[in-house]
């Protein structure tokens, strides 16, 4: 009797459930945007459990895309869909010459890496860069996005042949001073521990991000793409 009750319960909670996110959907309920699933990313906004959501609905949705970029400081140029390798195609990207920081060059990115970035750049490189250092990161050091290629020891293609992954290798601080994840990651100094919360913040971004403790290939940059498992090492 009382597992018959409970399951009655709980049929009856996804029922209203889902009503619910009809209506939302249908807009017969207001709530603020950022607890509305339905509602555009706003990169202004601190990233909430509905983040992830927003995220994924970008791949397909180029209009929702271009309102989140829209939110978001970074200086981009919308590309053609293109396949610039055979098997390796660049579909709702953009290429990002920077951000309120700068950049070592430009890089291609499709449009839930590129707005994952803004979110990792304003909620999570910055305030790590002003909780230890009192000051902001002016510049981000990459080695690229778009690389056709399988993923080290398999058959399967990385990320990076769909420019869906960006590998960063250190930070520049606004008074010059330079964090290199291949020299600073080891130890207990101010800039490793600024990594660790780069790393941290990282994994809260992006659905994969990988580090020096990972493996040798990884010893020297930070790994993050937006691929469809969540990893954090």
Not at 45 to 61: G, Q, V, Y
Not at 72 to 82: I, K, P, Q, V
Not at 103 to 132: D, I, K, N, W
Request: hydrophobic residues 45%; proline residues 6%.
């Amino acid at each position: 009797m009382l597992i018959r009750i409970i399951g009655r319960l709980l049929f009856l909670a996804l029922l209203l459930c889902a009503a619910l996110l009809v209506a939302l959907w249908r807009g017969w309920v207001e709530v603020a945007p950022r607890l509305n699933p339905w509602a555009p990313l706003d990169v202004r906004e601190a990233p909430n459990l509905l983040t992830p959501f927003k995220l994924w609905r970008l791949s397909e949705d180029r209009e929702l895309c271009d309102l989140a970029l829209a939110t978001s400081e970074l200086r981009f140029t919308r590309l053609e869909d293109s396949t610039p390798h055979p098997g390796c195609p660049i579909e709702n990207a953009v290429r990002i010459q920077g951000a309120s920081v700068g950049l070592s060059s430009s890089f291609m990115a499709t449009c839930p890496l590129a707005v994952s970035f803004a979110l990792f750049e304003r909620h999570g490189l910055q305030p790590a860069a002003q909780a230890v250092f009192g000051q902001p990161v002016t510049r981000i050091e990459h080695v690229g996005s778009f690389a056709c290629r399988s993923i080290a020891g398999s058959q399967r293609p990385s990320q990076h042949s769909y420019a869906n992954a960006l590998d960063m290798v250190g930070f520049r601080l606004r008074d010059g001073r330079r964090i290199s994840v291949l020299h600073d990651w080891p130890g207990e100094g101010d800039k490793t521990r600024f990594l660790r919360l780069v790393q941290e913040a990282a994994c809260e971004s992006f659905n994969v991000t990988l580090g020096p403790e990972y493996n040798a290939a990884h010893r020297d940059h930070f790994h993050v793409d937006m691929g469809m498992w969540r990893m954090c090492r």
